[in-house]
């Protein structure tokens, strides 16, 4: 009985290692033959003539937000890159800022202050190598609880396993109309709803006391600590800035916490008349993204902002 047990466990095995080596072959083929580019790929294209890169980091708001040609002509000599990616969180844009801190030196960083919802881009896989998740989970293990750490770390852990084994997340690029590389493009947003935002950050919100922070608060200061000291070895520059628009009150409480704890010199703040313009329902696409009016009164700022 157990010489049987023990050969059909080995043929289970064997199956398995068959399959994942014609995902991965498959995989390879999509990457290499066809010439498909991973997202941190498509990130470092050759500078030219341009002093130094200026990323922008952050989730839908900042795809659709940033348009990186505008802020590029108001700067000239530096390229400007949006990393925005669709379903990101703060997790996620630590990652990848982690991974630009290692492969571009000298760049100057501009990240998306988020929530850490415990869901992974469905393209984590080709966002961002697993090194930088653990490097993230290491600098949480000693001080956050194993439920804090099970809740936001094991959908990411589950999402890298799955996409391993299967090839839907490749195909599903290959035979849409959107490239792998095009997702760190600037995104016009294709609706034009003019609606009201919600929950906007206000002028009056940065001043206001709020509740002790939440007992997972700290993951949030880690993972800060864990890109400020990235960006001294790398000898970059980063800044955080708050998304204009929030989901909830209770996020817009916790993410200008954390923008309260952030050094001055690593912050961009928005003046209370940018903050009262960007309420503008005409400048929306739906109530949490800006279209193309809105994204152009956005970049401005950044790129005046850089520009002194």
């Known amino acids: 009985m157990n010489a049987i047990l023990i050969k059909s466990t080995f043929k ?30 498509s990130l470092f294209q050759p500078k030219d003539n341009f002093k130094s890169t200026l990323y922008f980091v952050g989730s839908s708001r900042t ?47 501009c990240i998306e202050l988020g929530v850490v919802n415990g869901k992974a881009p469905t393209q984590i896989s080709m966002l961002v190598e697993t090194r930088y998740l653990h490097s993230t989970f290491e600098s949480n293990m000693q001080q956050s609880s194993f439920e804090d750490l099970y809740k936001i770390y094991f959908p990411y852990y589950e999402a890298y396993f799955f996409d391993y084994f299967s090839i839907k997340p490749y195909l599903s690029y290959l035979l849409s109309n959107e490239s792998i590389s095009s997702l760190t493009k600037f995104g016009v947003h294709n609706k034009n709803l003019n609606l ?18 939440s007992h997972d608060f700290i993951i949030y200061e880690n993972l800060i600590k864990l890109i400020l000291e990235k960006s001294k070895i790398s ?14 009150d209770e ?38 993204h800006l279209n193309v009016k809105g994204a152009s009164f956005y970049s401005f700022f950044f790129a005046n902002f850089f520009a002194h």
Request: charged share 20%.
């Open 63 to 109: 795809k659709y937000g940033i348009n990186d040609t505008l802020i590029e002509r108001r700067l000239k000599n530096i390229k400007v890159v949006n990393a925005g990616v669709l379903s990101a969180n703060f997790l996620s844009s630590t990652m990848l800022a982690l991974e630009i801190l290692s492969m571009d030196s000298n760049s100057t960083l």
């Open 12 to 41: 289970l095995l064997l199956f398995f290692v068959l399959v994942s080596g014609i995902v991965f072959g498959i995989k390879h083929f999509c990457f290499q033959v066809l010439g498909i580019k991973s997202i941190p790929e």
């Open 235 to 248: 000898n970059a520059k980063v800044y955080f800035y708050l998304p204009p628009h929030t989901t909830s």
């Open 251 to 288: 996020q817009k409480e916790r993410l200008i916490q954390l923008f309260k704890l952030i050094p001055i010199e690593n912050r961009i703040n928005f003046n209370c008349e940018f903050l009262a313009a960007l309420r503008n329902p005409m400048l929306m696409a739906d109530e949490g």
């Open 196 to 213: 009201l935002p919600y929950h906007s950050i206000k002028c009056g919100d940065l001043n206001k006391d709020y509740a002790k922070p």
